[in-house]
């Protein structure tokens, strides 16, 4: 038997109909996203570096401790030395975009697939395509759509980085215990407030984990994307993998290698207590509303 079934053909198809039929609408993201991502960068490259590993390190010492503080601020300090800061910042504004755009679009998604089975069904096979897809599959139409640079970069990223937060979104708000939720309702909760006061607040680790997991594919995303010119250290590794350079793909290597460590580390610090609560936060904790109300409602003691 001997039969073709042209699959590519149809794909091919479908993105030469929307190159010529969408190409205004297809400028339009492209302005936009590379507004925000070259916002993101320019902002980052304006500091000076001590500047921005000092905000690293306070950050981590306030959400984790002064060990890994000091371990972070090292180890910015490094990349430093090796003379890739300009590229790390590069990386890490089409990181923080992606993962922005990936929330932005797939929080909402997650949200709706809890509260309806049928539009879980549909999207599920479509979070599985886009996460088994290999990675490189990606570049081809968005270099077709959108040229080169940092802006198909990021949504190439935002592809492959965005089935984590839309599947742990949809599953903490699940897996929410349901007498939380008739608690909710019992007290006259509205769709809203259940939502945003009662599950997602219940379901917020499960949530972080998945944008945990969604930067870490961005970033396994920068070598990658560098080939349709996203820039970064992703550029690095790949300079070095063409001259056969191992001491510059190992430097870029490690570069990427400290920044996941980092961000890793303080994104799964977002959902637990931080390990110096500012003064405000300790005020509110000092003492709890029922320890308040009892205090109101205790019988006053008399002297003998």
Do not use: H
Not at 45 to 70: D, T
Not at 99 to 121: C, D, E, F, Y
Not at 157 to 170: D, W, Y
């Amino acid at each position: 038997m001997d039969f073709d079934i042209s699959i590519g053909a149809g794909a091919s198809a479908v993105v030469e109909y929307m190159l010529d039929n969408f190409s205004p609408t297809l400028d339009a993201i492209a302005d936009g996203i590379g507004l925000f991502a070259d916002g993101i960068k320019d902002a980052l490259l304006g500091l000076p570096s001590w500047a921005l590993i000092a905000l690293v390190s306070l950050f981590a010492l306030w959400r984790i401790g002064w060990k890994f503080a000091l371990v972070a601020g090292v180890a910015l300090l490094l990349i430093v030395g090796m003379g890739l800061w300009k590229e790390t910042v590069e990386t890490l504004a089409l990181v923080i975009a992606a993962t922005a755009i990936a929330i932005v679009i797939g929080i909402p998604l997650g949200i709706a697939m809890a509260r309806s089975a049928v539009l879980a069904a549909v999207t599920r096979p479509l979070l599985d395509l886009m996460q088994t897809m290999p990675a490189f599959v990606y570049l081809i139409p968005a270099a077709m759509f959108f040229g080169l640079g940092a802006v198909p970069g990021t949504i190439a990223t935002v592809i492959f980085s965005m089935p984590p937060v839309v599947r742990l979104t949809a599953l903490g708000l699940t897996q929410v215990n349901r007498e939380f939720v008739e608690a909710g309702l019992a007290f006259g909760c509205t769709d809203r407030q259940l939502l945003f006061k009662v599950q997602f607040p219940l379901a917020l680790p499960s949530i972080m984990a998945g944008v945990n997991q969604t930067i870490m594919l961005g970033l396994s995303m920068v070598v990658i994307a560098s080939m349709i010119g996203a820039g970064g250290l992703g550029n690095t590794v790949l300079t070095g993998i063409q001259r056969l350079d191992v001491g510059l793909g190992f430097e870029g290597g490690l570069a990427v290698v400290i920044l996941a460590i980092i961000l890793d580390r303080l994104t799964q610090s977002l959902s637990r207590p931080a390990a110096f609560p500012l003064p405000y936060w300790a005020l509110r904790r000092s003492r709890s509303a029922p320890e308040i109300a009892s205090l109101k409602t205790a019988p006053a003691k008399t002297g003998a």
